[in-house]
């Protein structure tokens, strides 16, 4: 929490006026500036499952990265489209103890929420990807969980951490799909009551679906019933 803190004061103090990403002035107070905060939305119509982007002809609505995978959640949803600045942003969220930059994201996310017809009442437990307990120490904090509370807090949804992680992965950004589904195969396990919930989970990016499905497959294991899948940013298509 110290050097979280000591962290913030000295970008305060290096860059008191200056976005984050591009240093251009910007009001005392505020990290980024109005133009690096207009990141790309990713706009409907969605894949019905992992919520990418798909043409308007699509007769299965289905991407071709959902076609013939069973994913464990009921459903995806994503803001924004996985690119730069926003990729930077996460980048500095995630690894560079930028904690602060929750406020922001977890802002935009209430406001897509609020836009789309979910039934957001529905839901009677919200939850986030967790962190192998070697991966917090390094971090400090869990980025997805910051979200999460902020996000239970606004909807009234009740926050729990119900997932566990049993190994500690090395990043899987630069792996293939085939290899980060191997390493994630049954690497959660619950430590909360589940049964009959229907559940929101959170996660920062949604790459290839494989650990947001992995963690799906744990709470339904459990008896969740309906799980909603919500991130930041979803990677396209290659």
Same mark, same amino acid.
């Given at each position: ?13 290096? /860059? ?7 240093? @251009? @002035? ?21 894949? &019905? ?11 299965? &609505?289905?991407?071709?990265?959902? &076609? ?56 009677? /437990?919200?939850?986030?990807?967790? /962190?192998? *307990? *070697? @991966?917090?120490?390094? &971090? ?10 902020? /996000? ?27 290899? *980060? ?38 709470? @339904? ?18």
């Amino acid at each position: 929490m110290i050097l979280k803190e000591l962290t913030k004061g000295l970008i305060e103090l290096i /860059l008191p006026n200056n976005c984050l990403l591009c240093e @251009k @002035k910007i009001n005392s107070g505020k990290f980024i500036c109005e133009q690096c905060q207009n990141f790309e939305r990713n706009l409907p119509p969605f894949c &019905r499952k992992c919520g990418i982007s798909i043409s308007v002809d699509s007769k299965t &609505r289905l991407c071709s990265r959902c &076609r013939g995978k069973n994913f464990y959640f009921t459903r995806n949803l994503s803001l924004f489209l996985y690119k730069e600045p926003l990729a930077s942003l996460i980048h500095l969220f995630k690894y560079q103890g930028f904690d602060f930059l929750a406020d922001i994201f977890s802002q935009r996310l209430i406001e897509f929420i609020e836009e789309l017809p979910i039934p957001v009442k529905n839901y009677n /437990l919200l939850t986030s990807v967790p /962190l192998h *307990r *070697r @991966k917090l120490r390094e &971090r400090e904090f869990n980025h997805s969980r910051l979200i999460a509370k902020k /996000l239970s807090k606004y909807f009234l949804i009740p926050y729990k951490d119900t997932l566990r992680a049993k190994r500690y992965l090395k990043s899987q950004v630069n792996k293939s799909v085939e290899s *980060r589904t191997l390493d994630i195969r049954d690497n959660f396990y619950i430590i909360e009551e589940v049964k009959e919930k229907n559940i929101i989970l959170i996660d920062d990016v949604f790459t290839t679906g494989a650990t947001l499905s992995e963690c799906a497959k744990a709470l @339904k294991n459990k008896e969740a019933k309906e799980i909603l899948t919500i991130t930041l940013a979803i990677r396209k298509l290659n």
